[in-house]
């Protein structure tokens, strides 16, 4: 029989305490920091999942980060945005009331606080998150608009709004202050045109009506326009009345009344009849002929310096701007007086007739900003028109392609067509002879680019807008892409979820208070004025309408909606993420988290364990052979 080594069965045993006492390590390791392991292998085969848990978890939390400073732009912009609403509120309050005395600026109250609040939405619009200006679109460090002071007075080698009104309210008056009229009387009859068939300043002319006994009116008619009076030697009865009216540089319409009467004195809004014996209907004619003179200067002093504050307003701020034909459209009527084109006369037609020559032919194109109308010979529909179809069926199908805001007109036998984008005009034809007939020798038909300044000097007798980019003070100064200004800045708050959020200072809604808000905070008029009184006023109406919300305009509110509906989508991404990222933790704990009660009762058994192995490996340690046998 064979017995053991002793130093054979310590080893053994040694190992076996060795490995006891690396238990206890890596439990006690575990206790401690309340992992299963240091390591990948010691974590167990649903360690795959706890990794994948983990990667899901760091998305979680960038896309936290991300949806916490998306959050900060947000509200940022809209205390900013509900700032403009306040502005515009106390601006059309102001603009709004009837008080309308002026300081020694020429200036009312509100119109004062006007300027003031025109510095604090400029302020507003170039608010800023960190480096990020929230209303430059993706240009977001540039500055989106440029200072207050600069855009209104500009600077030493651009000029601002008020050197850009001022140049308008001189070329809209004239040199003789009737609104570019020319006022003639020969014998008992009474001559009122426009001076220039192309320009777009002035009064224009657009309905004259008449119950005058015995009188002969005649027009609007011509090119430029005009019309007569001829009371042809009768004097009209009491009460009889002339009215005229105009369409002003806005769009607006104002109306001249004038009623025949024998009250003495003559009533405002009146014009004398002679009461002479025997009665000399010359003498009426001279009457009417001055209280015409003076209603027209009363308009274009009042209304018309209004309309013209307002329109370079436009011309300054706005994208907005036209394509004018240089000469007036002629249609195939004789005589030569009667053959000015009007909105009814035919794109082709027969010798003789109420149609332009040459006219469009089937098979004739005109694209308008890339969508091409085709011309066919009858039955169009969609994008076609009929050859006999009337210019103002072609103006309407450009009109609807481009989307303006303002119809294109004709008037006086010049074709304006309008477009809110001036850099996207650009329409053309194979046949150009057929867009010279309509007044445009040029092709393409381009639009000129603002902001559109007065054209030559003196501006009183100028006839023409010109691009005045060189020389004027450019406001908006970010993006100016195409595409949704909510576009402009995107962030992903989800795997599949990116909320758009970005938002630029020209956008409509905008730009349109800013101009109105500017406009009414930088004219000025004469305190003390013959017609100071009626220009504030009739400003102070069109100020009140341009900041009253009109359908199917973009509002400021608007804005505000898409970006709540953006902090919306990212609200209810942070209500999923934070389930799923309980979940997640859930499956990593349950992976890699050691518990501690099963862990401290591992160790009490591994201590016995160790324990008995000790008292064990001392026993062997004291056998001798004499102890064995």
């Not at 209104?152 to 202050?177: C, S």
Request: a negative charge.
């Amino acid at each position: 029989m064979s017995i053991s080594s002793i130093n054979y069965s310590s080893s053994v045993l040694g190992s076996q305490i060795r490995n006891i006492n690396q238990q206890l390590t890596d439990l006690s390791t575990q206790l401690s920091t309340g992992k299963l392991s240091q390591n990948y292998s010691g974590m167990g085969t649903n360690e795959g999942f706890a990794i994948a848990s983990r990667a899901q978890l760091s998305n979680i939390a960038a896309y936290t980060d991300t949806i916490t400073n998306v959050n900060v732009n947000i509200n940022l912009a809209n205390t900013a945005l509900q700032s403009l609403t306040t502005i515009r509120t106390n601006t059309q309050t102001g603009s709004a009331s009837t008080a309308q005395d002026l300081n020694v600026n020429g200036q009312t109250v509100a119109q004062n606080t006007a300027a003031a609040q025109f510095g604090s939405m400029v302020g507003v619009l170039n608010t800023q998150s960190g480096n990020r200006y929230l209303f430059s679109g993706t240009a977001y460090s540039t500055q989106p608009v440029a200072n207050a002071g600069d855009i209104i007075n500009g600077t030493t080698t651009q000029a601002g709004f008020k050197t850009v009104m001022a140049e308008r309210q001189a070329a809209d008056l004239g040199a003789n202050g009737m609104g570019r009229l020319v006022q003639t009387q020969t014998a008992g009859v009474i001559n009122v045109a426009e001076d220039s068939a192309t320009s777009p300043f002035g009064l224009k002319i657009k309905a004259v009506s008449s119950t005058l006994t015995g009188a002969i009116v005649t027009g609007p008619s011509g090119s430029p326009v005009s019309f007569s009076v001829d009371l042809n030697g009768t004097n009209p009865s009491n009460g009889d009345k002339l009215s005229i009216q105009f369409t002003l540089p806005d769009g607006s319409t104002e109306q001249i009344d004038l009623t025949a009467s024998s009250a003495t004195p003559t009533p405002a809004g009146s014009f004398a009849i002679d009461a002479s014996v025997p009665v000399n209907p010359a003498n009426t004619a001279t009457n009417l002929n001055t209280a015409l003179n003076t209603a027209i200067k009363k308009l274009a002093n009042t209304s018309l310096v209004a309309a013209s504050a307002v329109t370079a307003g436009d011309n300054f701020f706005n994208t907005a701007s036209s394509a004018t034909g240089t000469t007036a459209v002629t249609n195939q009527l004789a005589p030569p007086a009667s053959n000015i084109a009007t909105g009814a006369t035919a794109l082709s037609g027969a010798s003789g007739s109420d149609s332009i020559t040459p006219g469009f032919s089937a098979g004739d194109t005109i694209t308008v900003n890339g969508t091409t109308l085709t011309f066919v010979n009858s039955g169009a529909t969609g994008n076609q028109l009929n050859v006999t179809d009337s210019i103002q069926t072609l103006m309407s199908k450009i009109d609807q392609i481009t989307g303006t805001s303002k119809p294109s007109t004709i008037h006086g036998g010049v074709i304006t067509i309008n477009t809110d984008d001036a850099a996207a005009l650009n329409i053309s034809s194979p046949n150009g002879a057929a867009l010279t007939s309509l007044g445009f020798p040029s092709s393409p038909i381009t639009a000129t680019q603002p902001p559109l300044r007065v054209g030559s000097s003196p501006a009183s007798s100028a006839t023409t807008l010109v691009n005045g980019l060189a020389n004027t003070v450019k406001w908006y100064q970010g993006d100016d892409g195409p595409g949704s200004p909510r576009s402009t800045a995107v962030a992903r708050v989800d795997d599949s979820i990116t909320v758009q959020y970005g938002a630029q200072a020209n956008e409509d809604a905008i730009r349109r208070q800013l101009q109105a808000v500017a406009v009414f905070g930088t004219f000025s008029t004469t305190p003390g004025g013959q017609y100071s009184g009626g220009q504030v006023s009739a400003l102070s109406l069109r100020v009140t309408q341009a900041l009253t919300q009109q359908p199917g305009q973009q509002r400021i509110e608007d804005i505000q909606t898409d970006i709540a509906m953006a902090q919306n989508t990212m609200k209810d991404a942070t209500t999923r993420q934070t389930q799923a990222k309980a979940q997640l933790q859930t499956i990593v704990d349950q992976a890699e988290s050691a518990s501690p009660d099963q862990v401290a009762s591992e160790i009490l058994a591994l201590q016995n364990a160790l324990q008995a192995s000790y008292q064990v490996t001392s026993k062997l340690a004291q056998l001798s052979l004499v102890k064995f046998l």
